[in-house]
């Protein structure tokens, strides 16, 4: 047997068994919202620290020993905390594909929590950041299309903060893209971020994938995607992320 092959199996038997990471995480949730409609369209799970501490202070104590465990745990509890909050719109899970060695076996955990909690799958979107140290293309493709037909969502988050974006989706051709928020910040005065962002939104349309602003915090922001058409965004100017609950919305006059 390949070492390779043998760390998988070492690693899926440390899921399959339940070994507990050596640190304690949770979930905040922030609201996707239609702006058109006026209502959530999904909730994305952010984790954070039990203490209410930010993503870095769970994320830097992820390690190549307990990545597969991570990535496994997140979903879990993602899944768990929405069917305890009564979430009925989608939810919104960002994975790591370089934990994902193999998208039947590594699906598994998942598939299980959702039947646990009574969590439809085809509400689940799997999120995956657009970055330079991206996993090997081939593999994240495999990955999206073997979730894509098990009936899951996908999305590419922070699309255009990487360098992969425009040859990905010549493979593979998403559910969503969530534009990056350093793409979309000052927006509405600033030209060039217009002309790249609208050419974003052309695309989208012309692919009939769905686009999420993300990260809006003005109201000028707000306005400039509203006036491209643009219904879908997430942002504080709209909610923050609020630890294991679903917060209020403030709606934009």
């Known amino acids: 047997?390949?070492?390779?092959?043998?760390?998988?199996?070492v690693k899926c038997d440390q899921c399959k068994n339940g070994e507990a990471l050596p640190f304690e995480f949770t979930m905040a949730f922030q609201p996707i919202v239609d702006i058109q409609e006026r209502h959530v369209v999904a909730y994305e799970a952010l984790v954070r620290g039990t203490d209410g501490a930010g993503a870095w202070s769970i994320l830097s104590r992820v390690t190549e020993d307990n990545r597969y465990r991570f990535d496994q745990a997140c979903?879990?509890?993602?899944?768990?905390?929405?069917?305890?909050?009564g979430i009925e719109c989608r939810l919104s899970i960002n994975f790591l594909?370089?934990?994902?060695?193999?998208?039947?076996?590594?699906?598994?955990?998942?598939l299980a929590a959702a039947e646990r909690f009574d969590f439809p799958i085809e509400r689940i979107v799997f999120?995956?950041?657009?970055?330079e140290d991206m996993v090997e293309k081939g593999h994240l493709t495999r990955i999206l299309a073997d979730y894509r037909d098990r009936g899951f969502l996908t999305a590419i988050d922070d699309?255009?903060?990487?360098?992969?974006?425009?040859?990905?989706?010549?493979?593979?051709?998403?559910?969503?893209i969530k534009l990056d928020?350093?793409?979309?910040?000052?927006?509405?005065?600033?030209?060039?971020?217009?002309?790249?962002?609208?050419?974003?939104i052309d695309l989208c349309r012309n692919l009939q994938i769905e686009l999420?602003?993300?990260?809006?915090?003005?109201?000028?922001?707000?306005?400039?995607?509203?006036s491209q058409g643009v219904r879908y965004m997430q942002g504080y100017l709209f909610a923050k992320p609020q630890l294991e609950a679903l917060p209020s919305i403030a709606w934009p006059e």
């Open 159 to 176: 699309f255009g903060a990487g360098y992969a974006g425009l040859s990905l989706l010549a493979e593979f051709q998403p559910a969503v």
């Open 212 to 226: 999420v602003a993300e990260g809006i915090e003005t109201y000028e922001e707000y306005q400039w995607f509203r």
């Open 1 to 9: 047997m390949h070492t390779l092959e043998r760390t998988h199996l």
């Open 97 to 110: 594909p370089n934990a994902v060695y193999e998208p039947a076996a590594c699906i598994r955990a998942t």
């Open 75 to 85: 979903r879990t509890k993602a899944i768990e905390l929405a069917a305890r909050l």
């Open 181 to 200: 928020m350093g793409l979309l910040r000052g927006i509405d005065k600033d030209p060039v971020r217009q002309v790249l962002a609208s050419a974003v």
């Open 127 to 131: 999120e995956v950041t657009e970055s």
